[in-house]
């Protein structure tokens, strides 16, 4: 209750709630709203917003209609964002503990991996890969996994460093604990909080990513996508520049919403304090 | 039959760009139901001993019998499996503990790793180990941050007689507990060597606490044993430098041992 009035004391992080709370809403709300495709035709072509009240938004290019689009948008990036995130998550605090707590040849060879990911700017690696193995909703988001997973390996891996010391790993030791669970059993939970305040950076990234795949034509063809009706609307942006603004507004306003609730969580748990 | 025997153990680190010895050809014996207290100011190596002796840092020379056999020798499971009978506590009951642990967590650990109780017998287990300590049972569900040092340090020694070892190490396991806890965890320890008769190799600084407890001493200056010999007989009498020294910082020490307890 304490860390829930802390969360709410500063504007930006009731913004993002709402935001998110909206953008939650939207994609659960979307295959009851706006049950079936959402990329079937409903309409006739361009029809322009706030004209006809079944089509509040109205249509695009091909006739769909533009706010069942945006709500079944909301859906994929949302998927993608969380999965690729708790993916990177994953790796990386898996790879950071392996390697702080196994030191030695082990810290070495994955160290080197992590530099190797980390040069490669990431978004290039996720294109190439959905270049390589195709475009999926998975794919996408092991790709965008691939190049956002080394900051908190490297956090991890850090934080591994100074648990290790401690007492109670040596404690755990003493009475026979196999290493690999006093690694993940007694290490790496400890080792956690400050590598999940990166969550929000990295749910944000991975929604931005998703939507820029997506623009170029890579994305899951099956899906809905906001980065795909921004390339739709572009050929038609003279005309009907709303077919683009919409669905940039909701990216912009998603991206803002997680970072905004992502930094309103960490000053209200002050893992802020233990980072520095 | 001795339990631990360590001869000519020796232990360096670097310091700057030249490497120094902070344990330098120690040797000592510990028999069954026996207590040998390490004593020494701060800096002299006891705890690179105790570290040393626990396998949680390998020796650069010298050798570890542990009840007859070649410790240094075992690697992997082996080890792991043996370390049953060689339990430590330490000074801090609070770092000694995972952080999130709870009571029963810390305790259920050591008996499922060396299969001493099965899933269904363990609640009962802790809950007597709890109460062979002085401790309520109902304490188990607590998390470890949550009840006092006093208690805290009842469950270290609890965990470490969990599977009935033959040695405990306690690294200045009562320097930072209240006077009066103090005297109960010392009552505590000896009322368990006589019953478990288990060997304690018992490091302090505190020459009050060591006569207490400790049938023999060994003193320590800069990673060597300088004196050795009975406890009490040591201590009313000191012979080298670091012992005299030892005894001038310890003013209660004319008080007897009974009102040290
Ligand atoms: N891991 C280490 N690296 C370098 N020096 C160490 C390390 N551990 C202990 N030392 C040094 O070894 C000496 C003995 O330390 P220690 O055994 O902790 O002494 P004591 O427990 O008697 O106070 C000290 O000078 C200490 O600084
Ligand atoms: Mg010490």
């Not at chain 1, 999940?196 to 990234?205: G, P, Q």
């Amino acid at each position: 209750m304490n860390r829930l009035r802390r969360f709410f004391r500063t504007p930006e992080a009731i913004a993002g709630a709402l935001i998110l709370t909206l953008l939650v809403a939207m994609a659960l709300a979307a295959p009851l709203l706006f049950p079936g495709d959402p990329q079937a035709i409903a309409g006739p072509a361009l029809l322009p917003p706030f004209q006809d009240w079944s089509l509040p938004l109205g249509t695009d290019r091909l006739g769909r209609d533009v706010l069942a689009e945006l709500f079944h948008g909301a859906r994929t990036s949302l998927a993608v964002g969380l999965a690729a995130a708790a993916a990177a998550l994953l790796i990386g605090a898996v790879v950071g503990t392996l390697a702080g707590f196994a030191g030695g040849l082990v810290d070495e060879v994955l160290m080197r991996v992590t530099d190797a990911f980390q040069t490669v700017p990431s978004f290039l690696l996720a294109l190439a890969f959905v270049s390589i193995v195709g475009p999926s909703l998975g794919v996408v988001v092991v790709a965008i996994a691939l190049g956002a997973w080394t900051g908190p390996a490297r956090l991890a891996r850090a934080e591994v460093l100074s648990i290790r010391e401690r007492d109670y790993v040596a404690g755990a030791r003493v009475i026979g604990m196999h290493p690999i669970a006093i690694a993940f059993r007694e290490v790496l939970p400890n080792a956690l909080p400050p590598v999940l305040a990166l969550s929000s950076v990295i749910v944000a990234a991975a929604i931005l990513t998703e939507a820029a795949l997506s623009f170029l034509g890579l994305g899951d063809p099956n899906r809905v996508t906001w980065g795909g009706m921004i390339a739709e609307g572009r050929t038609v942006l003279r005309t009907a520049p709303f077919l683009s603004i919409a669905p940039g507004v909701a990216l912009v306003l998603t991206v803002l919403g997680v970072y905004l609730a992502g930094e309103g969580v960490v000053e209200s748990t002050a893992v802020r304090r233990s980072l520095s | 039959m001795t339990v631990l025997a360590v001869s000519n153990l020796a232990k360096h680190y670097r310091r700057g760009d030249k490497t120094f010895a902070a344990v330098d050809g120690v040797s000592f014996e510990i028999g069954p139901a026996e207590t040998l207290a390490l004593a020494g100011p701060s800096g002299s190596g006891k705890s690179t001993i105790a570290r040393l002796v626990l396998r949680l840092i390998e020796p650069d020379a010298g050798r570890i019998d542990f009840e007859g056999h070649d410790f240094l020798a075992l690697s992997g499971a082996a080890l792991r499996a043996r370390r049953a009978k060689l339990q430590m506590v330490f000074q801090d009951p609070l770092a000694a503990f995972n952080p999130r642990a709870s009571v029963a967590r810390v305790l259920d650990d050591p008996l499922r790793i060396h299969n001493i109780a099965s899933r269904a017998e363990r609640p009962d287990r802790i809950a007597a180990l709890l109460e062979r300590v002085g401790l309520d049972a109902n304490l188990a569900a607590s998390p470890i941050h949550e009840i006092s040092g006093g208690q805290r340090q009842r469950v270290a020694i609890a965990r470490a007689i969990a599977t009935k070892p033959s040695l405990i190490v306690l690294d200045e396991a009562v320097a930072a507990l209240d006077v009066s806890v103090r005297g109960q965890i010392l009552e505590l320890l000896l009322d368990l060597q006589r019953e478990e008769r288990i060997s304690y190799l018992f490091i302090s600084h505190d020459l009050g606490v060591i006569r207490a407890i400790a049938h023999r001493i060994a003193i320590l200056d800069a990673g060597r044993i300088v004196e050795t010999g009975d406890a009490r007989a040591i201590i009313a009498d000191p012979q080298s430098a670091i012992g005299k020294a030892l005894v001038a910082a310890t003013p209660k020490l004319v008080r007897s041992s009974q009102e040290t307890l």
